[in-house]
């Protein structure tokens, strides 16, 4: 009998890869989304025989414990998300409500696990790269989280809480877990969220504040000279989202996961200017100059976040193998028809 994984969050941007990776390796695959973000959204699997949609509340302890006790295993991916500017926006919301959610999940986890004599196996939580938010030397290896200052965004922060309510659930109810902090996702699949700030950035409302998207939209619509945020030299590890979902289930599953955790990564770069030269020559082709203007950056645009992919690569034998110019070639096709049916 096929395991059953419940994932909260599992109509977001990261989730719906998540579930996708499921699927293909024979999980059944429970989801629950209350649509917070997005509204309500159709995805590719809605229909697949061995997927079942909640529409609920994670903060729902009860209807958690009940859809938790007939799970073999949790990826706990529900979350208060968003590019940077939600940082700002919703700084005090991301916090409380994430809190919320997060204890809520352990709540319910912990009692499905039942000290072991449960269904429930473990939990595999979704942190974020966020938590190295205020380190001053690179690569962040796992571990260095605790060492370097605390985050100063109130995102980062609790997103550094997650780990800490992973390890306390087993500290004191030996509720198992995997702890996985995915690098800047890119991919198809995100919308312009509900409650989006309208920010111009140039002549150009920001997109959704994650920058690939928001540059491609920007030169779709014909933004020239080029705005960005910041001096463009912010580096980044830009992974895309089947990648991550990959190395997430690898996590999940895999025996040497157990109590740990893990980067997941590309190993390579990219500063925001070399990420705006290749996406401005994919859309414009070669040879057309391009001019960049640089807006004032948000407080929290951390210039560097270089993470060490080598712990994933040891332990799971997981590594990112898709390149910038491969996601790029996915993403801009599939943000040009957004932008034409005006969903960003």
């Not at 030169?219 to 990959?246: F, N």
């Not at 109590?259 to 070399?274: K, R």
Request: glycine content about 10%.
């Amino acid at each position: 009998m096929s395991e059953k994984v419940l994932v909260s969050g599992s109509a977001g941007f990261i989730g719906g890869y998540v579930v996708e990776e499921l699927l293909s390796r024979g999980y059944k695959v429970v989801g629950i989304d209350n649509y917070s973000k997005y509204g309500k959204i159709t995805k590719s699997y809605d229909g697949h025989p061995d997927y079942e949609f909640h529409e609920g509340d994670v903060r729902d302890t009860d209807l958690m414990v009940k859809l938790l006790s007939d799970c073999d295993q949790f990826i706990a991916g529900a979350a208060l998300i968003g590019g940077i500017s939600y940082f700002h926006t919703y700084a005090y919301d991301l916090l409380a409500t994430n809190e919320r959610i997060m204890a809520s999940s352990c709540d319910a986890a912990i009692k499905a696990h039942d000290g072991g004599k449960g269904r429930l196996k473990k939990v595999t939580y979704m942190s974020s790269s966020m938590v190295f938010e205020s380190a001053q030397e690179w690569p962040s290896v796992e571990g260095s989280e605790r060492r370097v200052p605390p985050p100063l965004s109130s995102y980062g922060f609790q997103k550094l809480a997650v780990e800490y309510f992973a390890r306390a659930s087993w500290d004191q109810y030996k509720l198992p877990y995997t702890i996985v902090r995915p690098f800047n996702c890119v991919g198809i699949g995100e919308s312009r969220a509900l409650g989006d700030e309208e920010i111009l950035s140039g002549n150009v409302k920001l997109a959704m504040s994650h920058v690939v998207p928001d540059l491609v939209q920007k030169i779709v619509k014909g933004q020239d000279p080029l705005h960005i945020l910041g001096t463009g030299e912010q580096v980044r590890h830009y992974t895309y989202g089947g990648d991550l979902a990959r190395g997430i289930v690898t996590a999940m599953s895999h025996p040497d996961a157990l109590n740990d955790d893990f980067n997941l990564s590309t190993p390579a770069g990219h500063s925001v200017t070399q990420l705006a030269e290749a996406i401005w020559t994919k859309i414009k082709g070669p040879g057309v100059p391009l001019t960049l203007v640089s807006d004032d950056p948000f407080e929290y645009d951390v210039q560097r976040r270089v993470p060490s992919t080598e712990k994933a690569k040891d332990i799971l034998g997981f590594e990112a193998t898709t390149s910038l110019e491969e996601m790029l070639d996915e993403v801009i096709p599939w943000i040009v028809a957004a932008v034409e049916n005006g969903t960003i």
